[in-house]
């Protein structure tokens, strides 16, 4: 951050007195120390509130304006006129301890995304971490899906009533179906990088501008995890809720008890759950209730599923989407080149039936981008962290059934799977 001289953003200043005092016995993990949300507010307002015209990454970036104030940071625009390049500005206070919760998420993206051209994912231009705050430069995106599904009408067309439950706006199959497949397609990407997301909703999922409207990008991998640790499966299960709840709405979505909205979700069979699903979609159910936490998803089958749906509707890849038709201000450029951007429209088999070995030992340029945030030292074990060893609890180990299988992986083996 700078109002005048270069204040020198890319090197990390000391840490926060506190964190030096924070010493632990030989072989034991310090106790982790969390913020109080009067404390985090209160560092929100001290060290997040930037000014227009204050310059951050090497002063390249100027801020502009305030696009958004939550309750774990602030989203600035940005402006780069060497570039001519308008980019968003995450920024976040450190804890008390000077840890950043921007770095799970930079870990992730410059894995997932190391040279801004991967689809779906947006692009990081800048990062580093100071003191009492840490911030990231990135693609500037549109409007979630959240917004989007209960859009305002703009144009004079009303929407179907069909459309709207309660107060509740849905998607037409044709809009969701297209969705529901870019969503697999950038969850599957993630997992191929060894990463399960852990926060799958219409709110992490955006659209992009210009040429890029009708690409759907996902955000906030601050949840993000190794997928040793939790599986993919958990992943695939919220995406089948997104698609429910823009399809019909889900059981328990005007429900207010508590416990009675825990209920639901914990008792409720399969057969309800998706009982106004295509047929197509409800039978995937099932193979995702088989899988454990080492078991890869049949991405392949739920892609078919969700293109079958989007068929039998007569919906092209390149028609308008729902949000398209209502409102004006999310209509497409002139200069829209159709299929420009879809990766999963051009050839989707080949991506979901794939199987990429998850590396996440990043190169030296991802290494030293992440140096600030002290996650040189946690990174050399990335690949052990990775891949998941099945428990045993005798010397050998016998793979599951039916074709999702995972071989008991050595440190010298793991760069060779398959799976």
């Known amino acids: 951050r700078s109002t005048g001289k270069d204040a020198g953003m890319e090197e990390e200043e000391p840490r926060s007195a506190t964190a030096k005092h924070m010493k632990t016995e030989k072989g034991k993990k310090p106790k982790k120390v969390t913020d109080t949300r009067s404390q985090r507010k209160e560092r929100m307002q001290k060290y997040v509130q930037f000014k227009p015209g204050e310059r951050f990454g090497k002063r390249a970036w100027e801020v502009t304006r305030l696009i958004d104030n939550g309750g774990f940071g602030v989203v600035y625009e940005a402006w780069n006129n060497e570039k001519s390049l308008v980019a968003a500005l995450k920024a976040e206070p ?100 060894g990463f399960v997301h852990r926060d799958i909703k219409p709110a992490n999922f955006v659209i992009g501008k210009g040429q890029q409207m009708t690409t759907i990008f996902m955000l906030d991998f601050g949840l993000s995890r190794a997928y040793a640790f939790k599986g993919r499966r958990d992943d695939i299960w919220s995406l089948f809720y997104i698609l429910i709840e823009a399809h019909c709405g889900l059981p328990w979505q005007f429900e207010v008890d508590r416990k009675e ?37 049949d991405y392949t089958s739920i892609y078919e599923a969700l293109n079958k749906a989007r068929t039998l509707t007569r919906t092209k890849c390149d028609d308008l989407y729902d949000w398209e038709k209502y409102n004006e201000d999310y209509k497409r450029p002139r200069s829209y080149v159709p299929n420009q951007f879809h990766g999963w429209s051009h050839n989707p088999l080949a991506h979901f039936q794939s199987l990429v070995v998850p590396s996440l030992i990043p190169s030296d340029a991802v290494s030293s981008f992440l140096l600030p945030f002290g996650l040189q030292s946690s990174l050399n074990n990335c690949s052990e962290q990775v891949i998941p060893t099945p428990p045993r609890k005798t010397k050998s180990w016998t793979p599951p059934p039916e074709g999702n299988t995972v071989e008991a992986p050595s440190k010298t083996d793991c760069e060779t799977r398959t799976d």
């Open 261 to 297: 909205l825990e209920r639901v979700k914990c008792t409720i069979p399969d057969a309800e759950l998706g009982k106004n699903l295509p047929k197509s979609l409800r039978e995937c159910f099932s193979s995702l209730r088989h899988l454990d936490i080492y078991s890869r998803p």
């Open 94 to 193: 450190t804890t008390t301890t000077g840890e950043s919760q921007l770095k799970q998420e930079i870990l992730v993206l410059r894995s997932v995304n190391p040279h801004g051209k991967t689809e779906h994912f947006p692009q990081i231009f800048f990062a580093t971490k100071h003191r009492n705050y840490a911030y990231i430069i990135m693609s500037l995106l549109g409007d979630n899906l959240r917004n989007l599904r209960a859009c305002e009408v703009k144009n004079g067309k009303e929407r179907p009533k069909e459309l709207i439950k309660k107060d509740h706006y849905l998607l037409s199959i044709g809009t969701w179906s297209r969705v529901g497949m870019q969503l697999l397609y950038a969850i599957k990407s993630l997992h191929d990088c």
